[in-house]
């Protein structure tokens, strides 16, 4: 059910989409509202569900992982079955994403492993136990993830797009366990105090800084960011994959789709039948339909075919496994 936002919600909220640490008063100097506001609105915000929680983006490649992403159909089963699947997976601790979805695919997730072996062994054992109710499955080795700031939820700002957060396809960061508590902790809530990262580590408050410091410039920590409920703005998810006539286009759609408002992420990943993937989020399928329709003229006779996936419920999400 959409919810009615106010014009300092929304400054907020692409306040929190860019930056999550940021102080409030960093927020609401940026925003140009009293910090008294940005605290009781955060608050409202929170309560109301609206922000379900703060997440920090990790490249994971940085820490040695790949990543796995696998498309799974149910054969027409009740939506028990589909739902324990998912619930199984958002508690493996290999899983990043896990998404129940509608359109070309019932079920997405993604998978952190070191080793292509390693996630063979553990796709060896899911299937042991789940082969029977899926009829159709694919997988994907994702190279790169491009992610976007949400510049819809305030529309009244229309400057180009210069934050990217860029994951995958980078060399290995040698990491002490100290980092590696900090960057787990990060990850379930971006906006953990200081004082609490120090307390779980044994380091003090500046060396925890310090730490935050290298983690950024070395590109290990991307981002924070707000985990918000698209849905409650009116908004629905969209996952699009595209079958190009000639893959060559792939740089020029990625920048005409970094600059629309709507579009998230883009994908690079070593997968069949598709040359490029990309999310969204718009109002309901007529938006998403208007959309493609743009695209289609905007890359005439570029764009061989597309499937399309709708989330429906997350069930995990997450930049680490763990």
């Known amino acids: 059910m959409e919810q009615k936002i106010t014009l300092n919600d929304k400054k907020i909220l692409e306040q929190l989409d860019l930056n999550a640490r940021e102080s409030n008063s960093q927020i609401a100097k940026q925003a140009k509202v009293s910090k008294n506001i940005v605290n009781y609105q955060i608050r409202r915000l929170e309560q109301e569900g609206l922000i379900k929680r703060y997440i920090t983006v990790i490249d994971y490649s940085k820490l040695g992982y790949l990543q796995f992403r696998v498309f799974l159909n149910f054969y027409d089963l009740t939506p028990g079955k589909e739902e324990e699947v998912a619930v199984y997976l958002a508690k493996e601790k290999l899983t990043g994403i896990v998404a129940r979805t509608s ?3 019932d079920l997405i997730f993604t998978a952190y492993t070191h080793t292509p072996g390693e996630f063979q062994r ?4 899911f299937i042991k136990k789940f082969r029977s109710l899926f009829k159709e499955y694919a997988t994907q080795l994702v190279t790169k993830e491009y992610f976007y700031p949400r510049t819809y939820i305030y529309k009244e700002k229309h400057a180009p797009v210069k934050t ?9 960061e040698e990491l002490d366990a100290k980092d590696q508590k900090m960057l787990s902790m990060l990850a379930e ?11 779980a580590t044994g380091l003090g408050s500046m060396a925890i800084i310090y730490r935050l410091k290298q983690l950024d410039k070395k590109e290990v920590i991307l981002g924070y960011r707000a985990d918000i409920d698209f849905t409650k703005l009116g908004y629905e998810h969209y996952k699009v994959q595209l079958e190009l006539e000639d893959p060559k286009i792939c740089s020029s759609l990625q920048s005409y789709l970094k600059l629309h408002h709507q579009v998230i992420s883009f994908t690079s990943a070593i997968s069949d039948n598709v040359d490029a993937e990309f999310d969204l989020e718009t109002a309901g399928i007529d938006g998403f339909l208007q959309f493609m329709e743009e695209l289609k003229k905007q890359f005439s006779g570029a764009i061989r075919d597309y499937k399309y ?7 995990k999400v997450n930049y680490l496994p763990g």
């Open 189 to 199: 809530d971006a906006r953990l105090p200081i004082t609490e990262l120090a307390k």
């Open 103 to 105: 359109g070309d695919w």
């Open 309 to 315: 996936i709708r989330t429906l419920k997350l069930h």
């Open 122 to 125: 553990w796709w060896e054992e």
């Open 164 to 172: 990217c957060w860029e994951c995958g396809g980078s060399p290995h």
